[in-house]
């Protein structure tokens, strides 16, 4: 069917998109304003996500949090109904579940403070993440957003200038989103998770 809709041009509204969205393991997908985007990360990008993902559960464990990290869900943009984009890890408050009307049988969040924790690994089409999905994520008033940049890849506006690997992370007060920038041995300050001991360097490493 991606096919055919690619040839036809036909722009689905999030409804068609739930309904097409294959089971199984042919991979993962978004929605990005009618448009099916497959989404194909490198190796080293889901070694990264996943040792993000593994550090984040072992934390929630151990702090005996009432959030967890589903294997992939969904996140409607909230001003939109032709788009909607899967986080590279993202943590739930399961406490939030009963408002969240698409969660049982569509796995898709609607409501931005549902969300803990969005994060997204940086690959080459950077500019999703720290332009589409940044202004998405702070719209839906998502209380914490990371990018990844793990590779220096993002524009020099945002992680700096000589680019370098860099964890930039989104912190929503007030209507809107302030950054604080990590980079080599910094220890990530995540207001969420504020006993979390993780570097960007370790991030590095886990990638090579």
Do not use: C
């Not at 072992?58 to 967890?68: M, N, S, T």
């Not at 000589?162 to 989103?177: A, N």
């Amino acid at each position: 069917m991606l096919n055919q809709i690619e040839e036809q041009h036909i722009a689905l509204t999030l409804d068609e998109f739930l309904d097409w969205y294959p089971d199984g393991y042919e991979g993962r997908f978004e929605l990005h304003d009618g448009v099916i985007v497959k989404v194909q990360p490198t190796g080293t990008h889901e070694q990264v996500a996943g040792f993000l993902a593994s550090k984040l559960s072992i934390y929630i464990d151990r702090q005996d949090l009432p959030f967890f990290i589903p294997r992939q869900g969904l996140v409607k943009a909230i001003d939109s109904p032709k788009s909607a984009y899967i986080p590279d890890v993202i943590v739930l408050d399961r406490n939030a579940l009963d408002h969240e009307p698409l969660w049982k049988q569509r796995s898709t969040i609607i409501q931005g403070a549902t969300i803990k924790l969005a994060i997204e690994v940086v690959s080459t089409n950077w500019q999703d993440d720290y332009l589409m999905k940044l202004g998405e994520y702070e719209k839906l008033g998502i209380a914490e957003y990371w990018i990844v940049d793990y590779l220096g890849l993002g524009g020099r506006r945002y992680i700096g200038d000589p680019k370098q690997p860099t964890v930039s992370i989104y912190d929503w007060v007030d209507g809107e989103y302030r950054v604080n920038l990590f980079r080599g041995q910094d220890r990530l300050r995540s207001p969420t998770f504020p006993e979390l001991n993780l570097t960007v360097e370790q991030l590095v490493q886990v990638a090579t």
